[in-house]
C-alpha cells in the first residue's frame, strides 16, 4: 500500500513586486507519508510558508507557483481541485488566530459557518461542541456564545485547531502555531496536537524557526534556505548528524537542554535577496567553508542514505 500522502515536485513561487519578480521558492520537492509529521525549518524568508500557501493555492493575486507534480492521497491535483480540499481533507493552522477568527461573530457561529460552507452531513451543532470539547474549550455550549476577545491566546489558538478538524482532514499544515505564545502555553498546543494525531492517524507539516520544536515534535526535517532545501532527513539523522554548514549553523545558534552554558554561535550575514538571487548555493556568502564553485554553480542533493540528502559542494569528490 502506498502509505504517501502528499507529493511535491519541483516547485517554484514567485512574487510579483514593485521591484521585480522575488522568487520565493526554487525548485523544492518533497513527500508525506500517512501519520507522519514533517517538519520544515529556516529562518524568516526561506520559503517555508511560501511553499505552504502555494499548495494550498493561497497565494494571492502577486504569486504564481508552478509545480513539476502535486498529488494528494494519489490524485493528481489542479488549483480546482486543491480549493475543494482545503478546509476539507487539508486543513491549516496559522501563527494568529485573530487573523483567522471574525471579532464582531460568536466563535460557535464562525465554526458552524466553516462546517456549512464545507456541506457537513452530520448535525453541525453537536460536531462543533463536541470538536471545542475536545480541544479543551468547555462548557462547550456556552463557550460557543462568546466573542473571540473573550478567550485567552491560548484558547484563540485551540478554536482554529477545533476549527481545522472539524471535517476530520487527513492532513493539517500548521504554520508556526506556537510562535505567539508563551512556552507554557506553547507545550500544551503542542500536546494537543499530538493527540489529535495519535487519535485520528492525520499526518502533519510543522513549519516553524524554532528547531526544538521540531526536534520534539518531528519523524523527519526538511530544512530550507533562499527557497531551497539544503537538508533533508529524519529527526535523527538531521539533529544527530547534520551535513550542511547551513543546518550546523542553526543548530550551533540555538540553546540545547543537555549543556546550557555552552556558548551560542549566530549565523552572521543576511539571507540572499531574492529579487536578485545568488548563481551559486545560496548560502554562500554566509558560509565559512564556501568555495570558489560555490559562487557559480548550484550544488545539486548528495544522497546519504534513502532518507538523508544535503545541497553542498563540500560532499562532491573530484
Ligand atoms: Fe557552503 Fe559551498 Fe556548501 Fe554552499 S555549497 S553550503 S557555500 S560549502
Request: one cysteine or more; hydrophobic letters at 35%.
Amino acid at each position: 500500500m502506498n502509505d504517501e500522502i502528499l507529493r511535491v515536485e519541483n516547485l517554484r513561487t514567485t512574487f510579483t513586486t514593485s521591484a521585480g519578480e522575488v522568487k520565493a521558492v526554487d525548485g523544492v520537492s518533497f513527500t508525506v507519508k500517512r501519520g507522519e509529521v514533517l517538519g520544515i525549518a529556516g529562518e524568516s524568508g526561506s520559503g517555508k510558508s511560501a511553499t505552504m500557501l502555494s499548495i494550498m493555492g493561497l497565494l494571492g493575486e502577486a504569486g504564481r507557483a508552478e509545480y513539476g507534480r502535486l498529488d494528494f492521497m494519489g490524485e493528481n491535483l489542479t488549483p480546482e481541485s486543491v480549493k475543494s480540499l482545503r478546509g476539507d481533507k487539508i486543513a491549516m493552522v496559522f501563527q494568529d488566530p485573530m487573523t483567522s477568527l471574525n471579532p464582531v461573530l460568536s466563535v460557535g457561529y464562525q465554526l458552524e459557518e466553516s462546517l456549512r460552507r464545507h456541506n457537513w452531513q452530520g448535525n453541525i451543532h453537536e460536531r462543533v461542541a463536541e470538536m471545542m470539547t475536545r480541544v479543551g474549550i468547555v462548557p462547550a455550549a456556552e463557550r460557543m456564545r462568546h466573542y473571540p476577545h473573550e478567550f485567552s491566546g491560548g484558547q484563540r489558538q485551540r478554536l482554529m485547531i477545533a476549527m481545522s478538524i472539524l471535517c476530520g482532514p487527513e492532513l493539517l499544515i500548521a504554520d508556526e502555531p506556537t510562535t505567539a505564545l508563551d512556552v507554557t502555553v506553547q507545550a500544551q498546543i503542542l500536546g494537543l496536537l499530538r493527540e489529535i494525531r495519535r487519535d485520528s492517524g492525520m499526518s502533519m507539516i510543522l513549519i516553524t524557526h524554532d528547531l526544538g520544536v521540531i526536534a520534539g515534535e518531528a519523524d523527519r526535517v526538511i530544512v530550507m534556505y533562499g527557497g531551497r532545501v539544503m537538508e533533508e532527513g529524519t529527526a535523527r539523522e538531521i539533529f544527530g548528524s547534520p551535513m550542511h554548514p547551513y543546518t550546523r549553523g542553526l543548530l550551533r545558534s540555538v540553546p540545547k537542554p543537555d549543556s546550557p552554558r555552552e556558548r551560542l554561535i549566530p549565523i552572521e550575514g543576511q539571507p540572499p535577496d531574492l529579487l536578485n538571487p545568488p548563481e551559486g548555493c545560496p548560502f554562500v556568502k554566509r558560509c565559512n567553508e564556501a568555495m570558489r564553485i560555490c559562487l557559480h554553480r548550484k550544488p545539486e542533493a548528495l544522497t546519504l542514505s534513502e532518507t538523508h540528502k544535503y545541497s553542498c559542494w563540500l560532499g562532491v569528490k573530484d
